[in-house]
C-alpha cells in the first residue's frame, strides 16, 4: 500500500489525508453504492479497529488484514495482491455508532466474514461467498454481548441497505444468518446440556455431526501430558493431524462431541499382528490376496479361506464422557460416519480453551472377515491388546514424539 499524503483545512485545523494505492478489483462493498476513483485515509476512529478485534475474538479468527481508514461509503473488504484490507468510512461509522453502534457490528461481521471464508471476492461466486459471510456474520452476532435474540439480529439486519439485495433476496439472506447464528447456539447449548441434541432439528444445526459410539469398541485413555503444551481444541487438532498425516491416514471425518470433538479414521486392513497391510491392501474392505507355497497350499486354503482383520479409529477430545447407542457397528456404518463428517475441525470448536479436564482417548474397533464371505462385521473378543493396535500403527510412538 503506498500512500501520498497533502492536507485538508477544516474549521482551521489542518489534517493530514493520505492517498491510498489499493487495487480494489477484489472486493466487497457493503453498500449499495460503488468505490470512489481515488481512495484517501484520514482520522481514524479507535472504536471500529475495537470492535473488529472484538469479532476475531468471539469466532476465533485470527485478524490478518488490516482496518484502515478511508473515502469509501460504507464498510467492504478488499484483497490486494499483497495484503487485505477492511476498509471502513470514518463518517458512516461515526453515524452508526451516534444513532445504533449495533448496526456497524453487523456490517463489521459481515466484511470479517469474508477473510475468515478466504473468499476470492472476485465476482465469480459473488452470491456463495455473501451467503457464507452472512452466515459468519449470524455465528459472530450470536457471540457478541450486545446481540440478545436472534429476532433481534434479523430485524436490525434489515435497518441498512445491503449491495447484494438483487442478488439474494432478504428472506433468503435471514436464513443463512439465523443457520450460523444457530449452529453456534447449538454448540453452547449442547455443551452446557447433553439433552439438547436428542432433538434432530438441535443436532443438524451443529457445524459438523453429532457423534456417538456404536457397538463395542475399546477405549485407551492418552496420558494427560500428551495434550498438556496445547491451549485450545485446535492445537489437540493440529497435533492429531501431524500423526495421522505422517502415518498414511490421509482421510478422515471430523465430529462433534460436548466440549470438543472426534476423529474418525477409515477402515483399515491389518496383519493379525495389527500391522497395516502395505500399498492399496491397506484400504480395502475385504480379505487382500494371498501367496500360495504350492498346489497343496492352494488347495488348503481354498477349503480354509484366510480370514481378513480390520480397524478403525476414533480420536475424541472432550470433558465428558461420550454418548453411546446399543445399535451394532459394521462396515457399512462406519463407511456412512466418514462420508458424512467434516473435513476440518470448524474455527468455532477450535477456539475453546482445553482445560485441566479434557481427555485425548482413542476407541478402536476391530472387524474380521472371511475370504469366503467377504463381509466385515464387528469383533467384539478383544482379539488384540490395545497398546499393540496403538504401537503397531505407529500411533503410540508419533503421539509420544509430539508430547515431548
Known sequence: MLLFGFYFFCTGASVVAQ??????????????ENFNDRLYSFGEEPRVKAMVAEICAVTGVEQDFEVVSATVPTVGAVRDSTKNYLLYSPLYAQRLLDENPRL????????????????????????????????????????????????????????ESFAYDSLYAPRKRAEFVSAGWLAEEGLVRSNANLGYLDSKENQDALPIPAFKLHGCPRPFHFPQEVIASCETLADVDELLQVALQQL???????????????????????????????????????????????????????????????????????????????????????????????????????????????????FIYEFTASKAVQRIREYCENRLPVIDHLTKSGLEQALSRRKR
Open 19 to 32: 492517498s491510498l494505492d489499493i487495487d480494489l478489483f477484489h472486493h466487497c462493498l457493503y453498500s449499495v
Open 248 to 362: 498414511g491416514y490421509d482421510r478422515h471425518g471430523y465430529f462433534h462431541v460436548p466440549n470438543g470433538f472426534a476423529i474418525l479414521t477409515p477402515i483399515e486392513q491389518i496383519n493379525a499382528d495389527g500391522q497395516a497391510l502395505k500399498g492399496e491392501d491397506r484400504w480395502e474392505d475385504y480379505p487382500a490376496g494371498t501367496d500360495y507355497q504350492g498346489i497343496l497350499d492352494y488347495l488348503s486354503k481354498l477349503l480354509r479361506p484366510r480370514e481378513g482383520y480390520f480397524r478403525l479409529f476414533v480420536f475424541v477430545v472432550s470433558d465428558q464422557n461420550v454418548p453411546r447407542e446399543s445399535e451394532k457397528m459394521d462396515s457399512g456404518k462406519a463407511k456412512d460416519w466418514l462420508r458424512s463428517g467434516g473435513d476440518r475441525l470448524p474455527v468455532q470448536i477450535g477456539k475453546d480453551t482445553v482445560s485441566s479436564q479434557h481427555k485425548a482417548s482413542v
Open 104 to 159: 456497524l457490528y453487523v456490517a463489521l461481521a459481515h466484511e470479517v466474514g469474508h477473510f475468515a471464508r478466504n473468499h476470492r471476492l472476485d465476482g465469480k461466486f459473488r452470491l456463495k461467498e455473501e451467503t457464507a459471510a452472512d452466515e459468519f456474520m449470524g455465528r459472530a452476532l450470536f457471540h457478541l454481548p450486545a446481540f440478545t435474540s436472534l429476532p433481534f439480529s434479523l430485524e436490525l439486519m434489515g435497518l
